[in-house]
């Protein structure tokens, strides 16, 4: 299915603010032309005239924008089952570390692993959530935490988008952790690898975005504020992962540099809140890292609701603490563990995740925006949210193909 068709009897969770719940049109239609949508609304209001095209009927199935991951570490080597395994059978966390796990058997892995190995490792994950509808995936690197491998990951990823019919978002992620040979001095690792690094990744034209690590076991404010400054010289968009597992006025920072997103924020105030829906900052909702680390700190979803913060759901797939492929559990996840509605859900995955890539033509069904769609075998947009290892998928459209 290509070039230009309309297709008819569908339910179309729009995804654009009305009245409706969902944006939902019960009979629907979609014009696309040249892998754009030109036209969409109730099918009774489909003017033959201006679409003589081909009619794909889809029988009465749902249709959704393509699903977006914003958030996931999807390129590194190695897994960490040892050390999942190690803390159920009652290791401590220094028993894992000096059994080689934790971030430093990523890293060391990761470093140890040639770009095709990347690429080859990732391809599955990445499967796994196109096999679930998603046409944009965000991939950030933090593995490597030296120049070159940090380089290699971002080759790998944009390798990735040319593998796949996907669109991949890359996220220079240097100021992830700070590697065993800078122990105990975060500040020349920032100084020495980390911005170098961005600087030699920009210049090769892998980064879209800028994102770092502010927490009390990775940098602080004032050591994120210098990447982010270079960032801005740059002329690149940052992200923040903060308030994961402490307060560390990460969302502060993140709102002052009018971050795209800022990701995990558990331990967020109304204050954050306050200042990210100042900023515009999307509030990205990692339900797979609360799970897999057993969080009882659940993000401040009323403070978002109550002034008007975006929420954004993502996978956070990554080797150690969410090892999670699957957007449609993420979803459910996020409703289940945090009492989002499954309308939030969606447009956590779909409108939200869009706006915290910076993609202003993703996310909604509407004339103007690419044609990326997800096509549902489900009575209800809830049954998305609501369905646990279960994939309803009919097919997927990128870019207007089938």
């Not at 230009?4 to 939902?24: E, F, I, K």
């Amino acid at each position: 299915m290509t070039g230009n068709y309309v297709l008819t009897g569908a339910r179309l969770a729009t995804m654009v603010g009305s009245d409706a719940p969902y944006g939902l049109i019960e009979d629907g239609a979609v014009a696309v032309s040249d892998g754009k949508i030109v036209w969409a609304g109730p099918r009774q209001e489909l003017s033959a005239d201006n679409f003589p095209w081909k009619h794909v009927d889809l029988d009465g199935r749902l249709v959704t924008p393509g699903l977006i991951d914003c958030h996931t570490h999807i390129v590194f080597g190695g897994n960490r089952a040892m050390e999942f395994e190690m803390r159920l059978n009652g290791a401590t966390y220094e028993e894992v570390a000096r059994a080689g796990g934790g971030i430093v058997s990523t890293v060391s892995a990761t470093r140890e692993s040639a770009l095709e190995q990347l690429v080859q490792g990732a391809l599955p994950r990445l499967d796994a959530l196109i096999a679930e509808g998603a046409a944009v995936v965000e991939v950030k690197s933090g593995y490597g935490l030296d120049q070159t491998t940090e380089l290699n990951m971002l080759r790998a990823a944009r390798r990735l988008g040319e593998l796949r019919p996907v669109t991949v978002k890359t996220t220079f992620l240097g100021a992830h952790a700070t590697p065993g040979e800078y122990k105990g001095r975060d500040d020349d690792y920032i100084d020495q690898v980390c911005i170098p690094a961005l600087r030699a990744a920009f210049a090769e034209g892998l980064v879209d975005a800028v994102d770092g690590f502010c927490e009390n076991i990775a940098f602080a404010p004032a050591q994120i504020e210098r990447v982010f400054k270079v960032a801005r010289e740059l002329g690149l968009p940052v992200k923040l992962h903060a308030e994961q597992l402490s307060h560390q006025g990460g969302t502060t920072l993140a709102a002052q540099y009018g971050a795209l997103s800022v990701d995990h924020v558990e331990y967020a105030t109304e204050d954050d809140a306050k200042a990210m829906a100042a900023a515009g900052s999307v509030a990205v909702i990692l339900p797979g890292a609360f799970y897999t680390i057993r969080e009882t700190q659940m993000p401040p979803i009323e403070h978002f609701r109550a002034h008007g913060v975006p929420m954004a759901l993502a996978t956070d797939c990554n080797p150690g603490s969410s090892p999670l492929t699957s957007l449609l559990l993420t979803m459910n996840m996020g409703c289940t563990l945090f009492r989002m509605t499954p309308e939030e859900a969606l447009a956590g995955v779909t409108r939200h995740a869009a706006r915290a890539l910076g993609l202003a033509d993703r996310g909604r069904i509407a004339a103007g925006m690419r044609a990326d769609l997800a096509v549902w075998d489900v009575e209800s947009p809830a049954e998305l949210a609501y369905r646990i290892g279960f994939n309803p998928l009919y097919t997927r459209i990128y870019e207007g193909k089938r």
